[in-house]
């Protein structure tokens, strides 16, 4: 009986040493579905508005506040939406709108892991402002204002119809940037 548990635990052992040798099994990060981006494709936007630009084919826009001439402009592919707003400075102090819109931009700093803004500058057309790029899960990672500093003053938000999470988000953040970056240099005042 003592040679049958000596031998049973001899082969016991063996296996172990034999099976102990693999690859510790190391645990996946959790994948997302993946996203086919379509090619970037614009049509103008034109109205009675007083501003004219280009915005992507895969998206259409809601008046949102036709005397304001407010607009969304809503990519229902990617649940998300770009809220417009349009002021005039004239009837409207132009420091304290800009003031605002910066206020707006950095309330994202709580969630944000960092701000980035690229300054835009288009004499030839009169269209100046800032790009707003937020990384992290913040509500909000792409604003913008363009104004010509006299007339007209443009502001865009995108937001996500989704939890934020900058992972899973990042690669249509990434396609709608291209596209609000070509709104702007594609925009015109009337």
């Not at 379509?38 to 508005?49: A, M, S």
């Not at 809503?74 to 809220?83: G, T, W």
Request: charged share 25%; aromatic share 18%; hydrophobic share 35%.
């Amino acid at each position: 009986m003592r040679n049958k548990i000596i031998i049973f635990s001899l082969i016991s052992f063996f296996l172990f040493q034999l099976t102990s040798c693999e690859e510790h099994y190391i645990p996946k990060p959790r994948g997302y579905f993946r996203i086919d981006l379509p090619d970037h494709e614009y049509k103008v936007f034109d109205t009675i508005f007083p501003y004219r630009f280009e915005y992507s084919k895969y998206a259409k826009y809601e008046i949102f506040n036709k005397d304001s001439a407010w607009i969304n402009i809503v990519y229902p592919k990617f649940k998300a939406k770009i809220h417009i707003t349009y002021k005039n400075p004239q009837t409207e102090n132009l420091e304290e709108i800009l003031d605002e819109s910066q206020r707006l931009a950095y309330k994202h700093t709580l969630k944000a892991d960092a701000i980035d803004e690229d300054v835009i500058t288009d004499t030839a057309k009169k269209v100046y402002g800032i790009l707003y790029y937020m990384e992290g899960n913040s509500a909000s990672n792409l604003q913008f204002y363009i104004t010509d500093s006299t007339k007209h003053f443009f502001r865009g938000s995108l937001y996500f119809f989704v939890k934020p999470n900058y992972d899973s988000i990042r690669p249509v953040l990434d396609y709608l940037k291209t596209d609000v970056k070509h709104l702007i240099k594609t925009m015109e005042w009337k």
